[in-house]
């Protein structure tokens, strides 16, 4: 099957530029809630863990998985591994959980475009010519679902997210408010992290 998932505009200008990883990482997420049968996440329900670390240039993926499912990093539904690979896992509580992995080949075959040549230069992806964007982006849109993913159910998988709590205490030392999990003990009184060790 070939479902590209185009993003809607509105996904294009939260990520700022167009490059092919922003909407892989769309169609992963929306690929991912069908295999798993659950609508996009209004609320805290549906985590992922993207397995993307930092300082290799396919982050862009996570913007595209954040807007295809709801389940974002400001709602902390979103938390990255750093083990540095093309996948992610996708968990809904009753559900279940799947992970979606970008296949090697389909990588090597994207790395032949002009836009890498481009990147690999230094040049950002705003300053690439749209056409030379375009062509990549529209290739992957034209390959099957299955060129680029290897998808693998994990019924074994689990996570138990942090319990919400709204109880919040005052710093004795700035008087900021701090979130109860966060608060530390000094000379008895209550501090917030960085209070807590400044001075003694
Ligand atoms: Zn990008
Ligand atoms: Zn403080």
Redesign the pocket.
């Known amino acids: 099957m070939t479902t590209p998932h185009i993003p809607p505009d509105w996904a294009f200008e939260f990520h700022g530029h167009l490059c092919p990883f922003m909407p892989i990482g769309y169609r992963m997420g929306k690929l991912a809630l069908a295999h798993l049968g659950v609508e996009r996440e209004q609320d805290h329900g549906f985590f992922i863990f993207p397995e993307l670390g930092e300082g290799h240039p396919q982050t862009c993926m996570m913007d595209g998985i954040q807007a295809a499912t709801g389940a974002t990093y400001g709602k902390v539904l979103m938390a990255k591994t750093f083990y540095g690979k093309l996948a992610a896992t996708f968990y809904h509580p009753q559900q279940g959980a799947v992970r979606f992995a970008l296949k090697p080949d389909f990588i090597d075959a994207m790395g032949k475009f002009e836009f890498f040549s481009y990147r690999k230069r230094g040049v950002e992806p705003s300053q690439i010519p749209a056409a030379v964007a375009n062509e990549v982006v529209q290739w992957m849109y034209d390959q099957p679902d299955e060129a680029l993913f290897k998808v693998e159910p994990l019924p074994d998988f689990t996570y138990a997210p942090v319990k919400g709590s709204f109880n919040k205490t005052k710093?004795?030392?700035?008087?900021?408010y701090?979130f109860e999990r966060y608060v530390r003990m000094k000379n008895g009184q209550p501090?917030?992290?960085?209070?807590?060790e400044h001075g003694k």
Do not use: F, L, N, R
């Not at 501090?191 to 807590?196: G, L």
């Open positions: 710093c004795s030392e700035c008087g900021e701090v501090v917030c992290i960085p209070c807590s």
